[in-house]
């Protein structure tokens, strides 16, 4: 049973556009979501986050918002660049309380295009 | 400064060998984790650790346990490796449960 799901395997956006990841979670409980950032033959890298309270969070050209009635989060990149070219994960978790750690959508490839 | 560290970074073994991963962090964080990327690339948390009480996914076979010696190091112990266990293992740490994790580099272990 998929909690997070991200249910784009991949996407291609052309260098300075914006860039939509989405994600959907199912668990209500969740009150932390987070978005990490991975390139082959490495670990993941903490991108942004945004807690439950909030719905949305910018940091530079990323921002996250949250639709917590709907369930659902996105990444916007602006303006796309190469070096965004990676697999994106989404990720939930309960703060303090839970103990299964961060529990991960499938990952979207983002493919940059000169 | 490498923040969380595990090694060896890649490891093939044969079935029914036992092996260790090592994890440490220099972070001063109270939790760490060990996760598993399947062949389908699903990142799945296996355990996570925090001031002595160890929480275990249901899901993980009891050949797995983890060992830690200090709040900075949890290590990896596979028994009797099955082809089924080659993934890319990742260890790591956060300042508090399901906050940010800070991942290692992973180690991807090959059974044949």
């Known amino acids: 049973d998929q909690q997070v799901k991200q249910n784009s395997p991949s996407l291609s956006v052309q260098e300075g556009r914006i860039s939509i990841l989405n994600c959907d979670y199912t668990?209500?409980?969740?009150?932390?979501f987070l978005w990490y950032k991975k390139y082959p033959a490495e670990g993941p890298t903490f991108l942004i986050s945004?807690?439950?309270?909030?719905d949305k969070n910018e940091d530079g050209r990323f921002t996250v918002f949250l639709n917590k009635s709907a369930k659902h989060l996105s990444l916007h990149i602006v303006p796309s660049q190469p070096g965004d070219s990676a697999v994106y994960f989404c990720?939930?978790?309960?703060?303090?309380?839970?103990?299964?750690?961060?529990?991960f959508g499938k990952g979207t490839h983002l493919i940059i295009q000169p | 400064d490498t923040a969380v560290s595990q090694t060896p970074k890649y490891l093939v073994t044969q079935m029914g060998n036992d092996k260790s991963i090592k994890c440490e962090q220099n972070?001063?964080?109270?939790?760490m984790y060990w996760y598993k990327q399947d062949s389908k690339k699903f990142l799945k948390i296996m355990f996570s650790?925090?001031?002595?009480?160890?929480?275990i996914n249901e899901t993980v076979p009891n050949r797995f346990s983890p060992k830690s010696p200090d709040k900075a190091h949890l290590n990896l112990h596979i028994n009797s490796l099955e082809l089924g266990d080659s993934a890319v293992y990742f260890c790591?740490?956060?300042?508090?449960?399901?906050?940010?994790?800070?991942f290692g580099s992973g180690t991807r272990l090959t059974v044949v």
């Open positions: 790591a740490s956060s300042l508090g449960r399901g906050t940010i994790n800070q």
């Open positions: 668990n209500s409980m969740f009150d932390y």
């Open positions: 945004i807690s439950s309270i909030k």
């Open positions: 990720a939930a978790s309960v703060v303090g309380g839970g103990a299964d750690g961060l529990t």
């Open positions: 972070l001063g964080h109270d939790t």
């Open positions: 650790y925090n001031n002595k009480e160890l929480i």
